[in-house]
């Protein structure tokens, strides 16, 4: 556990537990209907991967939330104790209305000195320290000892400084989360727009046209990999570090990515701007890892992982091949392809060969194009923006927990979840 010496030596250090209150989850039983399918989100460490819960994937009723759970208001920290996630990182998420979470979480209720969102960013600040304290559990999972966060050294400056701090974190983290819906929302109008002209063939114009076959008159049903262009060879100077891409940089629900390092002398697939990445290993290929390279430098070729399969541009345009590759029917029959042992099967390249795609004119093809392109470079517009003030709070994060840069004279205008004070009196009693 760190020594904790803030900048600012008149705030004092007290342990976790002198100002918090520890809940622990559960889970209804699964067969019981009854708790199921109701209106209350139920929070498992699997969405613990966003920094404030709005809803999740999994709700449960009163009863659930009475029976088999713990039910906590908005503006309340979940933190994960125990989990395969505490290998690599310690998460902490805020919620943004009453939750229930399962037993691999631990709410920390705070007492009326402690501000929940200046306690949610002080335990994000403490990220690896906390993580470096976890021990074996079973089965080869960590956990984190509820005595371990108890004594966890908390810098506890007066309440108004506390929420500046949080308010001008919590600002960042807005402007990042309204890019991140703003990004979702564009890339759901292109997808639909897809879905409507070349999937449901309710393109312009199509009143007037024809189906022979199920095919649209004036279409192709062609090969996959006649219209695209798969795994393209690239030459490359192997002694030269280019950008690398590794799958795990890939989202499950945006086409765009980053590179994190550069490497040398790699064996994976080569690409530039304009190609699309598919995975080609399991899970990746049925959790819908996706990814459309748009960040390279003109003419620079980036190395990837031995997990993707690339496909480039030839009759059909990048925007095209993506929203094709994401689509229902593609992703099951590369998922039908897949060959070896169980956990690492890997699709199989002969499958786009099988893969017929009903190929529309070119003109339909350019209009497509000239709608979704501008949205595709909205995208990368707002991702970049949304990179940049990652980077800014993050470098802010520690300065501001620690009091090395002062905020007690700065005039803040505070988020309108804390204007009122927290819902938890000094007893840390549960509401």
């Known amino acids: 556990m760190p020594a904790l010496k803030p900048a600012n030596a ?62 906590v208001p908005a503006r309340t920290v979940l933190a994960v104790v125990r989990g395969m996630s505490l290998a690599k990182e310690f998460r902490v998420a805020i919620t943004a209305r009453d939750v229930t979470f399962n037993q691999d979480l631990k709410a920390l209720m705070p007492s009326k000195l402690l501000v929940p969102e200046f306690l949610f960013y002080y335990l994000l600040s403490q990220n690896q320290p906390i993580r470096d304290s976890a021990s074996e559990s079973a089965h080869g999972t ?24 949080a308010a001008v974190l919590s600002t960042y983290d807005e402007m990042i989360e309204n890019n991140q819906r703003r990004i979702a929302l564009l890339e759901k109008l292109a997808e639909e727009l897809y879905r409507e002209w070349f999937v449901r063939l309710r393109f312009p114009g199509h009143e007037k046209v024809k189906l022979v076959k199920g095919v649209p008159e004036g279409w192709d049903l062609r090969r996959f990999s006649d219209i695209v262009e798969i795994n393209p060879t690239e030459r490359i100077d192997k002694e030269e570090e280019r950008p690398f891409v590794a799958m795990e940089e890939l989202s499950v629900s945006s086409m765009y990515f980053t590179h994190r390092e550069n490497r040398k002398g790699h064996v994976g697939p080569k690409f530039r701007n304009g190609d699309v990445l598919f995975p080609r290993i399991t899970p990746s ?16 070729v980036a190395q990837g992982s031995t997990e993707f399969i690339v496909l480039r541009e030839k009759v059909l345009t990048a925007e095209h091949i993506y929203f094709l590759s994401v689509s229902e029917g593609f992703r099951t029959n590369a998922e039908l392809s897949m060959t070896g042992a169980s956990g690492r ?16 004119p070119p003109a339909l093809r350019e209009k497509f194009t000239s709608i979704v392109r501008p949205m595709v470079s909205q995208i990368h517009i707002l991702s970049t923006q949304t990179e940049v003030l990652q980077r800014t709070r993050d470098l802010l994060l520690p300065r501001l927990i620690s009091g090395k840069l002062s905020v007690e004279h700065l005039d803040i205008q505070f988020p309108p979840g804390m204007k009122s004070e927290p819902s938890i009196n000094p007893s840390h009693e549960q509401p």
């Open 345 to 360: 099967q890997r699709v199989q390249e002969q499958c786009f060969a099988q893969f017929l795609v009903k190929t529309p």
């Open 10 to 71: 008149s705030w004092p250090i007290v342990p976790l537990a002198s100002e918090v209150k520890f809940l622990s989850g559960g889970t209804p039983t699964m067969s019981e209907a009854k708790y199921w399918n109701g209106d209350i989100p139920w929070v498992s460490s699997g969405e613990m991967n966003q920094r404030k819960i709005h809803d999740t994937s999994h709700r449960v009723t009163e009863d659930g939330a009475k029976e088999g759970s713990k039910r």
């Open 142 to 165: 960590k956990k984190i000892d509820t005595q371990v966060l108890e004594v966890w050294p908390l810098p506890l400056p007066a309440v108004l400084t506390q929420k500046k701090i």
């Open 285 to 300: 290929v049925e959790n819908g890892k996706r990814g459309l390279v748009m960040t390279l430098a003109e003419g620079e």
